[in-house]
């Protein structure tokens, strides 16, 4: 009796003690927010919301746990300095820190992608370059002059030198965005194209990807920006011809961030650009989401090209910020999510680029469900597709999409 007695007092102090220690002493302990995502907030107590509360006190406990950023970065430094394993979460840890971002999701497999285990066969080719030719079409039949598709290639596919031994190549020959942008080109009038061959060239003399970010750094997004202008207007300024500065502040990252090494690691630092707009100013307007998140930005500037761009991306759209609104009057920007018919119908665009990165299949492959679900034409077919959806996953039993 006397020995549950204590086993009673040590289970409760071991809930209890810990909150005492945090809340005198939180202040010294890592308290930032390095999920990459708003973490959750307590629930309202009242009776409409009372059969939610368990589920949505679970979740703020687990966002809020006492210690739980540096109980994390005590479990990955076991991991990595004890284990050796590269891999945490869906980060992987290559030479010289160099972080990878490559989730094993369905739709977004960059570890697929890496170890090019998922190339497309022929015919899944010919019905991806179908639904992107729907959409340039679409395009093109409401008064678009120029439609272009780019996949920015994944960190992985132009610093694979810097991956650790694990995980190893599986497949051989060409990456499944090698083999489907060769299948473009040879089969398909759509201006289409991978970045991975263009920028490559560029890898050895600059560093275009951050260290410990999923993304581009200011010289690849230049680099980027001038080889899309070079093909929508027919000049460029190369970055050869800019003067490019090393900046001095830490340049640290998401992926960092994911791994709770976010102030350990900081010896990248970001590069600042000088004359490359050539007096050129703009004005911005931009639109947030409820999380934050910019879903639509405006540019107008004292451009010499008239021509409005829309640019419609994920988030690797906003690499070209900072320098697409010098070539056109007005651009536009909108998360690929939140594009529809309205903003094409408001802003009248007379060129239209899409670009996505290449780890996330899922825009691409169903590109012509994505980009033109909310469109006034397919009013229809979305109550269709709403309602087979609905009725296949209540059949099923589960959430289900085409």
Same mark, same amino acid.
């Given at each position: ?6 086993l009673?007092?040590l289970?409760a ?6 909150g005492?220690v ?13 999920e990459?995502r708003?973490?959750a907030?307590?629930p309202?107590?009242n009776?409409e919301?009372?059969g939610d ?9 687990k966002?809020h746990?006492p210690f739980?950023n540096d109980?994390?970065k ?6 990595t300095?004890?284990f050796?394993?590269t891999?945490?979460?869906?980060v992987?840890i290559g030479?010289?820190n160099?972080?990878?971002?490559l989730p ?5 497999n960059?570890?697929a992608?890496?170890?090019?285990t998922?190339v497309?066969?022929?015919e899944?080719s ?10 340039r ?12 598709y780019y996949v ?9 030198k810097?991956m650790?031994?694990k995980?190893?190549v599986i =497949?051989?020959?060409?990456?499944r965005?090698?083999t ?6 040879e ?6 194209d ?5 920028l490559r060239?560029f890898t050895e003399?600059y560093?275009?990807?951050r260290?410990?970010d ?6 690849? =997004? ?8 070079q093909?929508?207007?027919g000049?460029?300024l190369p970055?050869e011809?800019?003067?490019?500065m ?7 990252g998401?992926l960092?961030?994911m791994i709770?090494r ?5 010896d990248d630092r970001?590069y ?14 931009k639109?947030?989401?409820e999380?934050?998140?910019e879903?639509l930005?405006?540019f ?6 008239e021509k409005?761009l829309m640019?419609?991306?994920d ?5 070209l910020?900072?320098y ?8 536009i920007?909108?998360?690929i ?6 903003l094409l ?5 007379d ?5 996505t990165?290449?780890r996330d299949q899922r825009y691409m492959?169903?590109s012509w469900i994505?980009i ?8 229809w077919?979305n109550m269709?597709?709403?309602?087979l959806?609905g ?6 039993g ?5």
């Open positions: 009796m006397r020995k549950q007695k204590i009673i007092v289970f102090g071991s809930l209890v003690l810990p005492v945090w809340a005198g002493f939180s202040g010294r302990f890592d308290t930032e927010n390095n990459n708003k973490l907030e307590f309202e107590v009776l919301s009372l509360f368990p589920e949505q006190f679970e979740a703020y406990y966002d746990v739980k109980l994390v005590f479990c990955n430094f076991i991991d300095e004890f050796r394993n891999k945490i979460g869906d992987v030479e010289d160099w972080l990878f971002y094993e999701r369905e739709g977004e960059a570890m992608d890496y170890q090019k998922n497309y066969t022929l899944q010919a019905e991806i370059a179908s639904g992107i030719a729907k959409v079409d679409w395009f093109l039949n409401r008064g678009v002059e120029q439609f272009h920015a290639p994944n960190k992985e596919t132009l610093y694979s810097y650790p031994e995980p190893k =497949g051989i020959g060409d990456s965005m090698e489907f942008a060769k299948y473009m080109k089969n398909s009038d759509v201006e289409f991978f970045l991975a061959d263009y060239e003399k560093q275009l990807f260290k410990y999923t993304h581009m750094n200011n010289l690849g =997004g230049y680099i980027t920006n001038e080889k899309i202008v093909d929508m207007t000049e460029s970055i011809d800019i003067q490019v090393i900046g001095t502040k830490p340049c640290r998401d960092s961030r709770g976010y102030k350990e690691l900081d970001e600042g650009l000088k004359y490359f707009h050539d007096g050129i100013r703009y004005k911005v307007k639109e947030e989401s999380g934050g998140e879903i930005k405006v107008k500037s004292n451009s010499d090209n409005t640019v419609i991306g988030s690797f759209r906003l690499r910020e900072k697409m609104p010098y070539r056109y009057q007005k651009t920007f909108v998360r999510d939140d594009f529809d018919q309205e119908d408001k802003y009248e665009p060129d239209v680029i899409v670009i990165v290449e492959e169903k994505v033109l679900y909310r469109t006034v034409e397919s009013k077919y269709i597709y709403q309602s959806s009725i296949i996953g209540f059949v099923c589960k959430n289900f999409s085409f």
